[in-house]
């Protein structure tokens, strides 16, 4: 069956070998094609080629169900983190059993779940900024700490503690979390204080020291520019510098009152320049090296105004990808000048 190239998929096998246009030998017959080999194939100006026949299998769990499944969990996990934060807010504590039943369960089903950039778009909610954030930064924390070759204990206590992080908030004045505008000095000083406020609330609530100083410590920063205590790298617990990227990419990606959302690939992008310095540089390439692959096959919205969809990597600038549009294909690692604004579950 001849084919074009763009229409080519994950999985098709080539039917005879393949050559460029000047007699150079690209693929050979039998190859399983896979988005690298696809890539291939457009980079050396290959428009046609023969591929087998196949029968496709059902799918047995179909996307739309993972999804549905999936977005059940977070609603669950919103929830759970409201009455929890109200219980704070009223007792200065809260119920850790309460904590663990829901969250234990959620984070376990994040294990049958690779897609991680799908899962950050399916929480790209206009509700409450508070409750969503603690949400993702516990997800995150939890993938970031899973990729770092934690325990499984291990990563269940920094998915936990990334989901505690903001507690102390119940503490800050609704009118200066809600501000639409610049806070004042003062404004922001009292903000900061959510970190001690965390910190003592989850003492007052669980046996476990690390969740309480991750509260504590998830604003500080490498270099000792952060607060509340201007600590240095090696004061910082690596549960901390876990919650950190995952705060800071969930923040930058998330719309606020005060600030409009970023697009998630040029986050990345701002997050790897922080591991210069400011955060820590295990997580943040954790996070770079296992979301960039899922960023593939996703429809984008390009500063031009045309749609897009991801079809590969560029390794000479990871965060300037390959974008298929129209029969064309746009190589953002040499047009400078286009960016993608927007990124869409496929």
Not at 306 to 318: A, S, T
Request: glycine share 6%.
């Amino acid at each position: 069956m001849r084919v074009h190239v763009t229409d080519l998929k994950p999985g098709d096998y080539l039917k005879m070998d393949t050559f460029s246009s000047r007699g150079l030998h690209v693929l050979p017959k039998g190859a399983q094609l896979q988005i690298e080999e696809i890539a291939k194939l457009m980079q050396h100006g290959v428009d046609y080629v023969d591929i087998e026949a196949i029968q496709e299998e059902p799918v047995p769990s179909s996307r739309s169900s993972v999804i549905q499944s999936a977005s059940r969990n977070f609603d669950t996990m919103i929830d759970g983190f409201e009455s929890v934060y109200m219980e704070a807010l009223t007792k200065g504590s809260f119920n850790q059993s309460v904590v663990d039943d829901i969250l234990q369960p959620s984070l376990d089903s994040l294990d049958k779940h690779k897609d991680v950039v799908s899962l950050l778009l399916l929480l790209d909610r206009e509700d409450n900024y508070t409750y969503n954030h603690s949400l993702q930064v516990g997800m995150l924390s939890y993938y970031i700490a899973t990729w770092l070759g934690y325990s499984k204990k291990e990563c269940y206590e920094i998915g936990r503690a990334g989901y505690l992080i903001d507690i102390g908030k119940c503490r800050i004045s609704p009118d200066i979390l809600n501000k639409p505008g610049k806070l004042t000095a003062a404004e922001f000083d009292e903000v900061k204080l959510h970190t001690i406020y965390g910190y003592e609330i989850i003492r007052n609530s669980m046996d476990d020291p690390y969740t309480a100083l991750v509260a504590l410590q998830h604003h500080e920063r490498d270099d000792g520019s952060g607060y509340p205590h201007n600590l240095t790298k090696d004061d910082i617990h690596p549960y901390s510098q876990i919650a950190a990227v995952a705060d800071i990419y969930s923040a930058m990606t998330s719309q606020r009152i005060y600030q409009s959302k970023q697009e998630l690939i040029s986050v990345l992008r701002e997050i790897n320049t922080l591991s210069f310095g400011k955060l820590n540089g295990k997580p943040v390439q954790a996070l770079i090296q296992h979301l960039m692959p899922n960023f593939i096959g996703k429809r984008v919205l390009l500063s031009t105004g045309d749609m897009g969809v991801i079809i590969m990597n560029n390794p000479l600038d990871v965060f300037r990808p390959l974008i298929q549009m129209e029969g064309k294909f746009l190589d953002l690692a040499r047009e400078r000048t286009i960016a993608v604004v927007e990124i869409y579950m496929e």
